[in-house]
């Protein structure tokens, strides 16, 4: 505890850095997964391959990806953007089924009308399907945003720091606290996550809620 | 006017769904498409706005081919409504209303009191504009799907068996409802039922459709059920056509008898009085109009709302025949009960007086 209390300033930073690490890749891969999977469900065809490819992503090892990243990309080994990049690929393997199964949800009597009333593709997609979509997107989101807070600290192993960087901090040194610090923060931050995509989701879903409320 | 021309619509799985139509449904009518279930009804009004393409033939509405035309901008200017609804579960009730004006670029204080006065039109409380469409019963979604089909006022309003998914007594009110509105709009309407009785009760013409999509007969609803022209026909408009052709026969005078009454709240005695030695004696309220029938035998105290006999239809003086032969059927007097305009009792009539009239000057003949 007294460890805590003389690192406050230095924690808060590898906390703020960890929820950039993880935040930003839950964005970037949110613009990815949904034309991915707009496609998936405007095409029933491209549905399997779609979804099996980008859910392979997932079983590659999170060490494996950060390693690999900078010979993909040309970054150096300890750029934080190996991280962003790697994140981005889990969180799309997660979100494009979720996506293109969101939006098959949408029942087709409401497409159907739409069309009737003349909205062309493109404002059905973005007025209609995408917000019946959101219930089920947020859901995806909220798992992913979790997968990546928890797989930031494996950037430690390469040099990135972030709350991870407690857990070899410690290990290296014998030393509880820090472990137990990160731990925390680490729960701490994955649940600040999943508490704002669900008011997010919320916000953007009065509908749902208003249900039976006769 | 809608004009179909040779229009055959065969799926990519070969299903010839529509074959051959050909048809005109005149400008400010309401055309019925009817038949059994998969005879090309849905793919036929779909053709229309062109959400389904034909395979050939041709499509004009007033004279312009559907086909040269932009499908978005044809289909804004085309009211449709479906069975379901259809409604955004994402949006008020009022936005919903509002789509169509909308996407015409109408500002937005204008498509909102425009929505709102529709709302009301259509029988609904104002206070419901605020919800969303889950939130509202069956019955009512329906009302609010044909507001939102009428918006932006369209000329050609398509209906897909937009009551059939209610309870039969909604489903009735819907019906009159629609008429009463389609009688000051004046809409160019293609409605499609699976339901003949609905169709007689909404035509001013019937197409019956085959499976395969062909046209089996195109008649006023009162020609096809007094000359159906062959045996589909015959048979998908049922047995009782004959009872259902009176809904259209000219009403004769009918001879009304005097019917003693009592009011509603009067004594056992008065009513026995009134009732001169008959079973059965009709009850009347302040305002004159027939309530139910009682058995002044059986009462007791005074005529009360629960000693009613309430199974008794009441028919109006000048309606239909077919009304005032179910008036006299169903009374427990098998006396029909006859009100005027303002629903006040006009008098009694026998059933088989009402039989007379129809052998007299009543429909049918070959
Ligand atoms: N997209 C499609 N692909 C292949 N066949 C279809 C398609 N849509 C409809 N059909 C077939 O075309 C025929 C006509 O269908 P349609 O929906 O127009 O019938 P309907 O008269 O509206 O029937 P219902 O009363 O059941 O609604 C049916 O045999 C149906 O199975
Ligand atoms: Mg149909």
């Known amino acids: 505890m007294t460890w805590f209390l003389d690192h406050v300033p230095q924690v808060w930073s590898l906390l703020v850095t960890h929820a950039v690490l993880a935040a930003l890749p839950l964005l970037l891969g949110l ?16 549905y399997p391959p779609v979804v099996a490819v980008t859910g ?12 690999l990243m900078p010979l993909v990309i040309g970054t150096g080994i300890l750029d934080p953007r190996n991280v962003v990049v790697a994140l981005t690929l889990y969180t799309v393997a997660l979100l494009v089924r979720t996506v293109a199964d969101g939006l098959a949800a949408v029942p087709d009597h409401v497409l159907q009308a739409a069309t009737a ?18 219930p089920v997107i947020a859901s995806g989101l909220r798992v992913a945003a979790v997968s990546n807070v928890s797989i930031v600290s494996v950037a430690a192993l390469i040099g990135v720091p972030q709350l991870g960087s407690l857990f070899t901090d410690g290990f290296a040194r014998a030393f509880l606290d820090p472990i137990v610090v990160g731990i925390v923060a680490s729960v701490l931050l994955a649940a600040a996550f999943d508490l704002a995509i669900l008011a997010g989701s919320r916000a953007l879903t009065p509908w749902v809620r208003a249900r039976g409320a006769r | 006017m809608i004009t179909f021309t040779d229009v055959t619509k065969v799926y990519p799985d070969g299903t010839i769904a529509v074959g051959g139509l050909s048809l005109t449904a005149p400008t400010g009518r309401i055309t019925v498409l009817v038949g059994p279930s ?40 085309i009211g449709y409504v479906i069975q379901s609804g259809g409604l955004f579960p994402h949006r008020t009730i009022l ?14 204080r204008r498509a909102r009191a425009t929505a709102l006065d529709l709302l009301e039109r259509m029988g609904l409380d104002p206070a419901l504009a605020r919800r969303y469409p889950n939130q509202l019963s069956g019955g009512q979604q329906q009302r609010v799907g044909v507001a939102r089909a009428l918006a932006a006022d369209p000329p050609v309003m398509l209906m897909d068996e937009p009551f059939s998914a209610v309870d039969p007594q909604v489903r009735d009110q819907l019906q009159d409802e629609f008429l009463r509105l ?4 004046g809409k160019t309407i293609v409605f499609v039922t699976h339901d003949i009785d609905e169709a007689v009760k909404l035509g001013d013409q019937i197409a019956v459709l085959r499976v395969g999509g062909t046209l089996a007969q195109l008649a006023s609803p009162d020609r096809l059920l007094a000359d159906p022209a062959d045996d589909f026909v015959a048979d998908f408009l049922g047995r009782d056509r004959g009872y259902r052709g009176l809904a259209f026969a000219p009403a004769p005078a009918l001879p009304l008898r005097r019917e003693p009454t009592v009011l509603l709240g009067s004594t056992a005695d008065a009513a026995r009085a009134a009732a001169a030695g008959e079973t059965w004696l009709l009850v009347v309220d302040a305002a004159g109009a027939p309530v139910g029938w009682v058995e002044p035998d059986r009462l007791a105290g005074v005529v009360t709302a629960s000693d009613l006999h309430r ?23 098998r006396r029909g009960v006859l009100v005027d305009e303002s629903g006040r009792l006009a008098g009694t009539v026998r059933a088989h007086e009402v039989l007379e009239a129809i052998e007299r000057e009543g429909p049918g003949g070959p």
């Open chain 1, 56 to 67: 392979l992503l997932y079983t590659i090892p999170s060490l494996a990806l950060f390693i």
């Open chain 1, 117 to 134: 009333m003349g909205i062309g593709p493109l404002r059905r997609f973005l007025a209609v399907e995408l917000p019946l979509a959101v």
């Open chain 2, 38 to 77: 998969g005879c090309g009804k849905t793919t036929s009004l779909r053709m229309i706005n062109r959400m389904i393409e034909p395979t050939s033939g041709s499509i004009a509405i007033d004279g312009r081919d559907t086909a040269t035309l932009n499908a978005t901008e044809l289909r804004r200017g």
């Open chain 1, 31 to 46: 613009l990815v997964a949904v034309p991915l999977g707009w496609l998936a469900r405007r095409y029933p065809r491209l």
């Open chain 2, 311 to 333: 199974g008794g239809t009441v028919a109006r003086v000048g309606g239909s025949l077919r009304a005032a032969l179910d008036a006299a059927l169903s009374a427990p007097s």
């Open chain 2, 182 to 185: 389609q009688a000051e709009l």
């Open chain 2, 95 to 108: 936005d919903n209303i509002a789509t169509v004006p909308l996407l015409l670029g109408w500002d937005k």
